[in-house]
């Protein structure tokens, strides 16, 4: 998995909505990735300040947003 696929499947990984094979992968990539660790991380916790540490399902709109974001970060790094 690089960088692209990562930053792709992380918003997946947060919703809880991707399968097992995806998951691990995804970990992989994130223990020897600084980058992608600290989208994670960021996306995260917006996640969670957003949900005040519930879980629940993000509305369509906030998720559209926090894709636009990463794609934004990912795409002002590649230049
Ligand atoms: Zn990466």
Redo the contacts with the bound molecule.
């Keep these: 998995m690089?960088?692209k696929d990562?930053?792709r499947q992380i918003s997946g990984y947060l919703d809880g909505n991707m399968d097992d094979e995806l998951k691990s992968m995804l970990q992989v990539?994130?223990k020897c990735?600084h980058?992608?660790?600290i989208v994670f991380d960021t996306t995260k916790k917006t996640i969670e300040l957003y949900c005040d540490g519930k879980l629940f399902p993000l509305p369509n709109t906030v998720r559209e947003r926090l894709h636009d974001a990463l794609r934004a970060k990912w795409e002002s790094r590649s230049k």
């Design positions: 690089n960088c990562a930053l990539h994130l990735c980058h992608c660790q």
